[in-house]
């Protein structure tokens, strides 16, 4: 925009009109001031070769400006960055201390930028650097990696050795998909190992290769790796025991497992009655001490002979109280529904009412109710015959004493009574509720209390999922050739890691002073949390514009910020970034 100078400004700085240029700074400074504190540039510079005849941004400065945007926009598409670098030139130059042009992120190049990243040898050492790194800067703990996979899908061309497939898919089974595999660090949940594989693919077999770069990524012995029943498969788990690390996975409710299940849920039943049962406790969101779990467990020897190994693990046989309740209501729900078809089954006679005239077919009718609602055995039906005669004289005309007569029936068959088995269900109440774990860890290492409540934060590797679906938006995927999704989907998840490390730091932070943060809820600005996400964190640097005042010649005279909040600038000192990562923006004075 230019402006006109009154006349008194035109002798101060001895120019006649100004350019002024605003852009919207927001999060973006916090954003690169923590991927630069997390060495991303450094890093990806390291491992990503740059062509001898190569010009302008680094392949590091081009990922993380990039990333900026789409944690900021939720945007991965190419085409759009330039146009936001137009509106942010002034900050971004700034903030990286580039010289950055518009060809930095043409197409072409940001194209260039995935393929890298799709190549394992650049990836896995980028990986490993960063973990390496992360672990040192903001000392994590090394001991508990959780595992897990996810589909992504979109609306892509299925062809032949292509990513996109149809498999079994959560999200859209009528679309083809990728799959995600992802080993993340606990308690933060940060992506450590990310691996793309092609949609059709079981899960199963994708647990080796990411737990094996983790193992000698980390090099740290006796890792306990957390996955759920499809980790738990023969060949994982021997793995695993021949290398010393430990495993904790439920058993899936197939083959072998299934048989034995229903013998250890009885034991189970038994020793709940006796009260031999180990109790769990937890403390909810009220600070209430709530019984999480009940079980027991043993020991069993196991072995593969493929992998000539042998060893012991332990069997936790746990029930929970919750997961019972939600069972039961489910039979319950199950019941009533059967209970109303069963009724429906023989209505009173009407017009319109069709009437089961057969019994062999109400048979049939009621046994595929129960097997519909999966209530075999839970109910008992009984019912009658009913016969309706009707006398009508023989042939037409009116009736007389001699004229012959004969008798028509209507049978049908009527549910009299539907009883519900009380006794059959309360035992199948008993034995709702029940898991059965496996881990290779001894006691002392993972008690069954620990390994129970362990578990329960597996929704921390679900939450990487999350953000990569709606913080970043990988789907819908805007790319089509298989190294530019490889290298799109890694390069979404180092947008993961940064707001993972991001929420980790503050929350950290906030649990050494035993102090809370106000103004995060902007439904409530009263309400204080101990426990902020990253994505309040972000927003709460909304708002915040840097205005340029140049000459027109395009020298700068004055850069003007919105000024800082209490609660920004305690969000800035408590991730170690500091006020002055903002403040390096402004140009405070206008000079003679």
Known sequence: MRVQLAQQAKEILGQSDLVIITERVDDVALLIGQMVKMGLPEVLDRHIPRHW??????????AVIWLAYIVTEGDHRKVSVETYLKGM?????????QVIEPLDFSDDRLSHLLQHLSKPAYW?????????????????????????????????EVTAGGLFQFGHSKDDPTRPQIKVMIGSLDPLGMPLATDVLSGERADDGLY????????????????LFVGDCKMSALATRAYLAQHQDCYLSPLPLT??????????????????????????????????????????????????????????????????PLHAQQQA??????????????????????RGKRQITDEATLVEAIDRV????????????????????????VGRGRGSVHREKRVL??????????????????????????TAFVTNATPKRLSLQDAVLCYRHEYRVERIFNRLKSRVHIAPLFVKRNEQIEGLTSLLTLGVRVLTVTEFVLRRSLETEQTRLPGLHLENKQKMTDKPTAERILKAFSAISLTIIKTAAGEDILRRLTPLSGLQEDILQRLGLGTALYGQLEIQGIGT
């Open 370 to 393: 129960f097997k519909d609602q999966r209530v075999d055995g839970l109910l008992s039906v009984a019912w009658e015959k009913q016969v309706e005669q009707t006398t009508r004289y």
């Open 329 to 350: 209501a489910g039979l319950e729900k199950r019941l009533r529904h059967a209970e109303t078809q069963l009724t429906a089954l023989t209505p009173p006679r009407g």
């Open 89 to 97: 030139h002034h900050t971004l130059s700034h903030l990286t201390a």
């Open 53 to 62: 005849t190569q010009r302008g941004l680094s392949w590091g400065w081009t």
């Open 409 to 434: 029936q209507k049978i049908r068959y009527h549910i009299t009574h539907i009883t519900r088995q009380a006794d059959t269900i309360a035992e199948l109440c008993q034995r709702f509720g029940w």
């Open 124 to 156: 896995h050492q980028i990986e490993h650097d960063l973990n390496a790194r992360s672990i040192e800067v903001y000392p994590l703990p090394q001991d508990v990696i959780r595992c897990d996979a996810t589909t992504v899908s979109g609306d892509h």
């Open 255 to 320: 083959g072998a497992t299934a048989e034995a299940m229903d013998a250890w849920i009885t034991t189970g039943v038994s020793k709940g009655e006796a009260d031999a049962l180990e109790r769990i406790w937890r403390t909810n969101d009220r600070g209430h001490e709530v019984l999480a779990a009940e079980g027991y467990e043993f020991e069993r020897p196991c072995c593969a002979p493929d992998r000539d190994v042998e060893w012991r693990e332990r069997v936790l046989v746990v029930r929970s």
């Open 208 to 223: 080796l290769p990411i737990i094996e770069r983790i193992r000698t990524g980390l090099q740290t012995p006796g890792l």
